[in-house]
DNA sequence: AAACTTGGTTTTGTATATAAAACCATTTTT
DNA sequence: AAAAATGGTTTTATATACAAAACCAAGTTT
């Protein structure tokens, strides 16, 4: 690293804040002087900087954990890629078409979390709210993130000792070899679909978003009724591809 | 503040990634500069500084967004007290006996911050991830912490020439009016409800954690769709406050 | 209760981070 | 294509953040 244009000031801050991370509100000033070897004068006035932006709170007791206004920061950088925005963009001019609501994802161990969603006007929609969780095995979104894996990785990811598939609806996979059958043909066919398997009464299309590797870093659905669907099944999965390939790299 | 012991640098640190936030993918080191009126030189080795520690990223076109870093400790912010702890262990538990999801959360200016939540296994569920944030007023979670402040605090915090309420659902309150008689009735009775005020089809109940010294400092809810709030309406009620009491000192 | 710890607060001299200006590589204008 | 502007990088002088030590208030020890 340049070793000329660092700021010190915030290299501690940043040390600071990750010890007080780690052992959150047993740290005093005196602890952290002696761990990270920074002059309790220095301390002090790191500290007291660090509690009035409200990064840091002091307990009674005197000791620390991390503030507000980090967690409002985090939070902000976890909305931040770029591929939020293009989402936004492109999601609303599908859904304008299709009068349906598109969501992004991305894959967490076994579940999706849900990172944005454009929603249509429809008298009922599914609670995707950004921050969601479902079980990745249940959902096409999961489905079409777990074909990228390879058949190791899914047995890593649902080891045979494990308790079994949590089923949302009569419609969910039960097994590990259901589920490898059914990647196989997601990845295939490039999509994969959900009809009715985390929620009865909606069905669902994904498609995967690929970085410039290629690699799946998220992806994107459409969710709608059973009503909808059967009309619209086929422009949904147009769609979703469509949109997953302007999302990609 | 007291203005001796202040350490520039990481105000700086701060004023930075908060313009950064406001405009992720928007601003070159010429714009941080000039609207932050932080010499160009200066804001050189800042930025330098704050990316190396992984708190921004630089794009393609020089511009910033935060970072990971930043991310990865906002998280940990909200994993922090051992009110934590306590909830995450008596929550499990009334979960249990519920078969409802259970949220923690703090007050913070006019929004509700969500902090944890014990999630129960029902097919659809609320988005109250914890970094979330909804308006005090629509929630059962604030107006129950709102009801700590006295009415010249309310006056305060929702000047009468500020912006009207932003209304979630036909059901959430839009006056000032109707949000401090609503708290004199939650003031009374020792809890608030939601009835489809956040989200339609969603209710919840909410009741207050105090410190030693009475005050509010969090809250914690129950919430569950329409057809299971007929039915454990009542008991959900009991459950929270009994959650409340326990976490309170 | 006097002496000793412990841990937070002040003071002061010095090391260093920052502002200003010069610099340079690209891009835009004429 | 020369001139001007834009925006990132370097240099240098100075303002200021930090380390060390002294200080003080509370709590322990004997």
């Given at each position: 690293m340049d070793d000329k244009y660092r700021v010190p000031a915030i290299e501690r801050a940043h040390l600071i804040l990750k010890e007080i991370s780690q052992h959150p509100g047993k740290l005093k000033l005196i602890d952290l002087s002696r761990t990270l070897a920074i002059n309790k004068s220095s301390m002090y006035s790191l500290l007291l900087t660090l509690e009035n932006l409200g990064w840091v709170e002091k307990e009674t007791g005197e000791t620390y954990r991390l503030g507000r206004e980090l967690s409002r920061l985090g939070h902000a950088a976890f909305q931040r890629s770029n591929l939020n925005e293009t989402f936004h963009k492109e999601a609303s001019l599908a859904k304008l078409r299709l009068g349906e609501s598109f969501q992004l994802a991305k894959l967490d161990g076994r579940e999706v979390l849900y990172i944005a969603k454009e929603e249509a006007l429809t008298p009922v929609r599914l609670?995707?709210?950004?921050g969601m969780r479902l079980p990745a095995h249940a959902t096409a979104l999961g489905k079409v993130m777990l074909a990228d894996l390879s058949n190791d990785d899914i047995d890593a990811l649902y080891p045979?000792?494990?308790?079994?598939f949590s089923h949302l609806?009569?419609?969910?996979?039960?097994t590990v070899q259901a589920l490898k059958l059914s990647l196989e043909q997601i990845r295939e066919q490039g999509y994969a679909l959900d009809?009715?398997?985390?929620?009865?009464g909606f069905s669902c299309a994904a498609a995967p978003i690929r970085n410039a590797q290629g690699q799946v870093i998220a992806a994107v659905s459409c969710s709608m009724m059973l009503p909808q669907w059967e009309q619209k099944k086929q422009s949904c999965i147009e769609e979703v591809c469509k949109l997953a390939h302007q999302l990609s790299d």
């Open positions: 609670a995707s709210e950004p045979a000792d494990q308790e079994p609806t009569v419609n969910s996979m039960t009809l009715e398997e985390a929620v009865i």
